[in-house]
């Protein structure tokens, strides 16, 4: 390379300029909403922003030619210095290292863009896949079959429920949080209410009596006591059909919302291979399956359908790069930062 | 948290602010050791707190707003308290004080039950993504303080030695964060890929943290190797903690995406 070029390549006045641009850019994409349908574009920006938009790139910056340009630019820029540094025999090895651990994450990033596979995949308990979904709906072949053998939700706390009480007389409003069989007086008011029931998923038999169908809160129902003076009904509320009611008593309103919180979803999954299981492992969130270079992380589920799954599929092959390269880039930082006398100097 | 140990906290450091302001008008050094001790006392409520919730609620306390303000504030004071001890300079006393003392107060008006942890936040990770993370934040924080005081008496020539070594602090501030904003941002991309299938995204409260390591990055090259001091470092201390600023709360505010906790 000549001595220009080298010269052009190796200064931090380019670097300054090259950080400026990547970071204007990286803010702008995060304004513009990235990757949305055209209509939603049309929608905000009009069909000539649109237009404009996507003429620039800004539709999908971080994947925009010029935006790759540029961190490529970036890249040759820390190349350089690092030879550059290494051929004059001059500054810190942490320096160095440092430098080339971001080539190394950014040689992963385009492993991972080139080589890499993701899409998701979808199974009913019972059914098994052997490929899966990706961008622009092309099916993949795994090569092996991953079978859903159940699917399972947890939740937090299922006794816990908020009733919202509107006294009509005393134009009143009050939110209690109640559990079974406790009993609450509203304050403000003659009121008071007394829990009697809980059922997860509400309906009724042929004899009209409640019952519930399964402990999935799939419709929370609450039978509550209402209380004033020697006056007493019982009613029913249902966090799912609020205007649904069977009040004897219009003066007094109650708004039920089920306060449980979904603490899990988890998948158990077999792998399948020549027609023998293989492996069988309970994924959830933060705990993938892994398989012959392909990762099922359990990414969604249906709260109306509980014996479906959906998994994120993924085979990487930029991850190794990209961790390598970040151990190298907190090792030099933290040498080039913490080893530093000049920290130890007096202000 | 224990409403009792919050507010002797944040009393603690209302008291250390105004002990500081006084040490700084009145050159009082008995101020000025009543101040730190103050101080350090509030910090001592901040981190039993902090502590308390965390044994309480079974999971680290960074998961809401409330917690992740309470855990700034530590991280503010912690950083100050650090600095005060090293160089021996209490100048920036009343404004990390302040600093804390709003925090504080802000999660005061916050509702404070502790809330189930989420699926996703079910993960060691979290312990060393979000400690990191607030030791560099809390130490850009002081750092920015140090970068606006030096903004506000920089041109007047009576405060020459003063002003060099706020510039000097703010510095070094950034050099001691560096290290903790790449150990939480690549932290943050190994359990996004652990958690997600995917190290990188582009969501925004990703990008935006990697726009704030850029802007900092780009601070050290300009002072370290292009000489940038006094004004213009100061102006990109104040730049970088606005970034800080909108990847903490602003991206919840404004911008939608994977990462809707805190």
């Known amino acids: ?155 937090y706390d299922l006794d816990k429920h908020q009733i919202a009480v509107y006294v009509k007389d005393r134009d009143a409003r009050k939110t209690v949080e109640v559990r079974q069989d406790g009993f609450y007086p509203i304050e403000g008011t003659d009121y008071s209410v007394r829990v009697l029931r809980y059922v997860p998923d509400f309906y009724l038999d042929e004899k009209k009596e409640a019952k519930t169908r399964s402990e999935v809160p799939d419709n929370p129902a609450l039978l509550v006591r209402i209380l004033k003076g020697e006056q007493s009904e019982d009613r029913w509320i249902f966090s799912k059909f609020p205007a649904f009611s069977t009040a004897r008593d219009a003066n007094i309103e109650l708004a039920y919302k089920w306060l449980g919180s979904i603490k899990d979803f988890k998948s158990r999954l077999t792998v399948v291979e020549g027609g023998k299981d293989v492996l069988t492992r309970t994924i959830e969130v933060n705990h993938p399956l892994k398989f012959k270079g392909y990762s099922f992380y359990q990414s969604n589920y249906n709260p109306e359908e509980l014996r479906w799954t959906g998994l994120q599929v993924v085979k990487d092959p930029g991850v190794g790069l990209v961790y390598a390269g970040f151990i190298l880039l907190n090792i030099g930082i933290v040498v080039i930062f913490y080893a530093n006398p000049e920290l130890k100097q007096k202000l | 948290m224990n409403l009792t140990l919050i507010n002797l906290s944040l009393g603690a450091y209302v008291l250390a602010c ?31 707190a902090v502590a308390q919730r965390w044994h309480v609620s079974g999971h680290p306390p960074f998961v809401n707003l409330y917690e992740s303000l309470v855990f700034f504030a530590w991280s503010i004071v912690l950083v100050y308290l650090i600095a005060e001890f090293a160089y021996k300079f209490k100048v920036l006393g009343a404004a990390a004080s302040l600093l804390a003392v709003l925090c504080l107060g802000y999660a005061s008006l916050l509702d404070r039950t502790i809330q189930p942890l989420l699926p996703a936040l079910q993960s060691n990770w979290i312990v060393i993504h979000v400690i990191t993370y607030f030791l560099g934040y809390g130490s850009v924080t002081v750092a920015f303080a140090a970068s ?25 501030l950034i050099a001691f964060a560096f290290p903790f904003l790449t150990v939480g941002l690549t932290t943050g991309a190994v359990w996004a890929n652990i958690a997600w299938g995917s190290y990188w995204s582009w969501d ?31 102006y990109l201390s104040v730049i970088g903690f606005l970034a800080v600023l909108f990847t903490f709360v602003g991206v919840n505010f404004f911008l939608s995406g994977l990462h809707s906790y805190t």
Request: aromatic residues 14%.
């Open chain 2, 204 to 234: 925004p409260k990703e990008t935006w943290s990697l726009i704030t390591w850029l802007i900092y990055a780009l601070y050290l090259h300009a002072r370290i190797v292009r000489g940038w001091q006094g004004r213009k470092a100061a």
């Open chain 1, 1 to 155: 390379m000549p001595d220009k070029a080298i010269k052009f390549f190796s200064s931090v006045k380019l670097a300054i300029f090259l950080l400026t641009v990547i970071i204007i850019a990286s803010i702008i994409g995060t304004f513009i909403p990235q990757g949305i349908a055209p209509l939603e574009y049309i929608q905000r920006y009009g069909r000539q922003g649109y237009g404009l938009l996507s003429f620039l790139g800004l539709t999908d910056v971080y994947h925009s030619w010029w935006f790759i340009l540029f961190l490529m630019l970036l890249a040759i820029n820390l190349l350089v210095c690092s030879l550059n540094r290494i051929r004059m025999k001059k500054g810190r090895l942490s320096l160095i290292i440092t430098h080339l651990s971001i080539l190394i994450i950014l040689s992963g990033g385009i492993v991972s863009a080139v080589f890499g596979q993701r899409g998701v995949m979808a199974l009913y308990e019972g059914e098994t896949g052997d490929s899966f979904t990706a961008a622009g709906n092309r099916q993949v072949g795994l090569g092996f079959g991953v079978r859903l053998d159940d699917f399972m939700l947890e939740w």
């Open chain 2, 148 to 172: 606006v005081i030096y903004l506000a008496i920089s041109k007047k020539k009576s405060q020459d030695n003063l002003a060099g070594r706020l510039d000097t602090l703010s510095y070094r």
């Open chain 2, 18 to 48: 105004i002990l500081y302001f006084v040490y700084i008008n009145f050159k009082s050094s008995l101020c000025a050791k009543a101040a730190s001790l103050v101080f350090v006392l509030g910090f001592v409520f901040n981190t039993v």
